[in-house]
C-alpha cells in the first residue's frame, strides 16, 4: 500500500477534511483541536553567537560568515514569527484553525506524514469527542 495515499493526498480536503468542515453537528472547536494535536507551533530558530574573533575594535560584526549567518538567522526569525503568529491564530480561532489546517495538509510531502496526520486526526478526534465522531468520517 506503499504510496497510495500520498497519491490521493492532494484531494484529501476534498475526501476527508471537508466532510468535518460542511458537518452541521460537529464540535465548535473541531480544527483548533486538530491544530493543537497534530501541527506544532513552530520551534524558534537559534540565534548564532559569533566567535569574540568575529568582531574588529569597535564591537561591529566583520567576519564574513558570521555575518551571513545572522542574516541567514534574521530571515529565519521573520518566517518563525509569522508562522508562530499564524498558529496562534489558528489555536484561538475555528475559522483561522480551519484555514491553517487546510493550508498545513498540502504542505505533506512524505507517505508517512500522509498517514501520520490521518491517524492521529483520527486518535484526537476519538481522544477529546467520541469514538462515533471518529467513525463518522474515518
Sequence with gaps: MGGELLSVWSRSWKDLWSKFAAAQD???????????????RP????QPVPLPSAYNQDGELIDP??????????K??????????EYDTAIASEGSARVFFRRQIREIRSELAA????????????????????????
Design 26 to 40: 460537529i464540535p465548535d472547536d473541531l480544527f483548533t483541536t486538530l491544530v493543537a494535536e497534530l501541527l506544532h
Design 43 to 46: 520551534e524558534r530558530p537559534i
Design 65 to 74: 560568515s558570521a555575518i551571513e549567518a545572522r542574516n541567514h538567522y534574521e
Design 76 to 85: 529565519l526569525l521573520f518566517v518563525y514569527e509569522k508562522h508562530a503568529a
Design 115 to 138: 498517514i501520520s496526520l490521518v491517524e492521529g486526526g483520527f486518535e484526537a478526534i476519538v481522544d477529546n469527542y467520541s469514538d462515533e465522531l471518529g467513525a463518522r468520517f474515518f
